[in-house]
T-cell receptor, first 117, second 118 residues
Framework: GAVVSQHPSWVICKSGTSVKIECRSL??????MFWYRQFPKQSLMLMAT?????????EQGVEKDKFLINHASLTLSTLTVTSAHPEDSSFYIC?????????????FGPGTRLTVT | AQKITQTQPGMFVQEKEAVTLDCTYD???????LFWYKQPSSGEMIFLIY??????QNATEGRYSLNFQKARKSANLVISASQLGDSAMYFC???????????????FGSGTQLTVLP
């Protein structure tokens, strides 16, 4: 099946710094990417939807100035956590979008574990 | 709006026995899909099984089967002959299908932590 990669797989950063997470679709063109956040022992919560060449759509309660999403090409979407704080420590997962009418064409990246000290 | 409910935060099963993980959903969409994912401690999301809202037969994939009861809005996952490697978090999810337009996101339940005992 299709492969989605994420880089880095884990990162530790100091409070106040910014971290960029890359999500790449390796063998298909992803016009839509979803970014999820998962706290320990909890479910995946959708943060934003990014569409290639346009601005991301953020879910209610997600600060768009803090979580910058760029989807400049059909194979790359990036999430930048700006001025990170310890409460931003979480597991971030990207996922390609399934097309309308498609079945289970939803491919997940392996996730990025962010720890802010 | 869509909502997925998983009422079992944790489940235990003896190795080689079958186990049912519960999932109920609520949606106003006429066409939708139901999914089950397995998430081991590594964090990767592993797709297990899919059921379309108009599929008349329950989906099966190897040891996994989905008990779909549309009138009750339930989509329980049945794992037969449990193995130690089945110990993981299991998420039920759904996605609405639209006739045209962009892709839709998955809505996840809170998950069930399954532990298989030797």
């Amino acid at each position: 099946g299709a492969v989605v990669s994420q880089h880095p797989s884990w990162v530790i950063c100091k409070s106040g710094t910014s971290v960029k997470i890359e999500c790449r679709s390796l063998d298909f063109q992803a016009t839509t990417m979803f970014w999820y956040r998962q706290f320990p022992k909890q479910s995946l919560m959708l943060m934003a939807t990014s569409n290639e060449g346009s601005k991301a759509t953020y879910e209610q309660g997600v600060e768009k100035d803090k979580f910058l999403i760029n989807h400049a090409s059909l194979t790359l979407s990036t999430l930048t956590v700006t001025s990170a704080h310890p409460e931003d420590s979480s597991f971030y997962i990207c996922s390609s979008g399934g097309l309308a009418g498609a079945t289970y064409e939803q491919y997940f990246g392996p996730g990025t574990r962010l720890t802010v000290t | 709006a869509q909502k997925i409910t998983q009422t079992q935060p944790g489940m235990f099963v003896q190795e080689k026995e079958a186990v049912t993980l519960d999932c109920t959903y609520d949606t106003s969409d006429q066409s939708y899909g139901l999914f089950w994912y397995k998430q081991p401690s590594s964090g990767e999301m592993i797709f297990l099984i899919y059921q379309g809202s108009y599929d008349e037969q329950n989906a099966t994939e190897g040891r996994y089967s989905l008990n779909f009861q549309k009138a009750r809005k339930s989509a329980n996952l049945v794992i037969s002959a449990s193995q130690l490697g089945d110990s993981a978090m299991y998420f039920c999810a759904m996605r609405a299908f639209i006739s045209s337009g962009s892709a839709r996101q998955l809505t996840f339940g809170s998950g069930t932590q399954l532990t298989v005992l030797p």
